[in-house]
């Protein structure tokens, strides 16, 4: 639903339908945002296509005769490498090209001491010594995995260091094996690396984009706007999108630097933006619920309230517009100049006529609780937005955003 930042345009937001039914006409701003499906299929087909290049980069090493000569049977571990460690954007790759390195060389150079020592030891002390370092090294690598800091960056590298580690300290019947073993795979693990790191890096590199989803809602549910389905799907695509922007925030710590993008940007602020937007999505699936209830005003006391949800759904379309366009373009957004006023205007016309007189009214009549349960979801709306835009300008000034002129 906001757009993030990247060199993608996002157009003038066109104005809601006219003649549409009153529920429809209130829940249509979601869908002013631009789609991206045909260029997110594009670079699917373009991610395949490296991943097929890079295949054929690595497993030269197993066919060319000369080349297998140097790596032997382990040559395989560099195609495995490659499979596994492949991501769509560049930063995954890299990531898990690090924490595989990293994990690879602790579990081998710790697997290869373990059955080292189990050798010179020798007799019953053999196994009671690989039995204990597998258990050890095993439950504290696990356990590191548990923790929510570690968990979220190195999840990977410790699965491979207890992988690396059994594999090498089991299979080390002869010191001499063992190592010649654990270097050979090694190397092609770092073959493997090398590879996917080029390809990924060098050939139309796919950076991590934050909140990345919310631009390809819209185009995978285009056949179904016409029903209004388009628009409870976004709202619970936004709410099911945490994961996915915590992987995407993550593989952007990975990158290496590259354009506005160094290695101390703030991409933590991009999730709370995230967070916040997930709490807007929450409000307008309660408000189409609210329109949706069998306890509706009358057609009279509607028509009253058409004026004022029209200009609701104008000034919060616009809003949202403005705070796309600000991450999307990384243009600062002073909210408390631009955005607050407009904000506040659409909220005294919430608190006042024709409102306010149905407050006044009676509420036990289902008429008047409609109506009343309807502004208070309006009203939330409003708030959110306005928490929204505190969050965009405040990530604009951390990501030292450029300053830029908004009419109001």
């Not at 909140?211 to 709410?239: R, T």
């Not at 099911?240 to 992987?247: I, M």
């Not at 309006?378 to 835009?389: G, P, R, S, W």
Request: proline residues 4%; contains cysteine.
């Amino acid at each position: 639903m906001i757009a993030v930042a990247n060199g993608n345009n996002v157009g003038t937001a066109p104005a809601p339908p006219v003649g549409k039914p009153f529920s429809r006409r209130c829940s249509y701003f979601p869908g002013l945002f631009k789609e991206m499906g045909s260029r997110m299929d594009t670079r699917r087909v373009i991610h395949s296509m490296k991943l097929g290049l890079a295949l054929v980069f690595v497993s030269l090493v197993y066919l060319i005769n000369s080349m297998f000569e140097q790596v032997g049977e382990n040559a395989m571990w560099a195609i495995m490498t490659v499979v596994v460690m492949f991501e769509f954007h560049a930063g995954g790759t890299l990531g898990k090209g690090i924490n595989r390195g990293i994990g690879t060389v602790l579990g081998g150079v710790l697997g290869c001491l373990a059955a080292i020592l189990g050798d010179e030891i020798g007799g019953i002390g053999n196994p009671i010594i690989i039995a204990f370092s597998l258990f050890l090294f095993g439950a504290g690598a696990t356990y590191c995995r548990l923790i929510p800091r570690m968990k979220k960056r190195y999840d990977y590298g410790f699965m491979i260091f207890i992988l690396t580690f059994s594999l090498v300290a089991v299979s080390g019947v002869r010191a001499e094996k063992v190592v010649e073993t654990a270097r050979d795979r090694l190397a092609n693990i770092g073959i493997g690396f090398a590879v996917s790191v080029f390809v990924s890096l060098l050939i139309c590199p796919f950076w991590a984009r934050c909140l990345d989803e919310y631009l390809k809602m819209g185009s995978e549910k285009e056949n179904e706007a016409g029903n209004g389905k388009g628009y409870v799907q976004d709202c619970k695509s936004v709410l099911n999108s945490k994961s996915s922007d915590e992987l995407l925030a993550n593989n952007a710590k990975w990158e290496p630097w590259h354009g506005k993008f160094g290695f101390y940007y703030p991409w933590e602020q991009y999730l709370v933006v995230g967070e916040h937007l997930r709490e807007l999505a929450a409000t307008l699936l309660s408000l189409k619920a609210c329109l949706q209830s069998p306890k509706q005003p009358s057609v009279m006391k509607r028509q009253m309230l058409k004026e004022a949800c029209e200009s609701f759904v104008l000034s919060i379309g616009w809003a949202l517009k403005e705070l796309g366009e600000s991450i999307e373009k990384m243009e600062l957004c002073p909210s408390k100049v631009s955005l607050t006023p407009k904000l506040q205007s659409v909220k005294s016309q919430l608190m006042n006529p024709p409102f306010s007189s149905c407050k006044m009214e009676v509420l036990e009549t289902d008429e008047n609780l409609a109506i009343t349960s309807f502004n208070f979801l309006l009203l939330e709306i409003v708030e959110k937005v306005e928490i929204l835009a505190k969050k965009v300008e405040e990530l604009g000034e951390v990501a030292n955003f450029r300053a830029r002129k908004i009419d109001v």
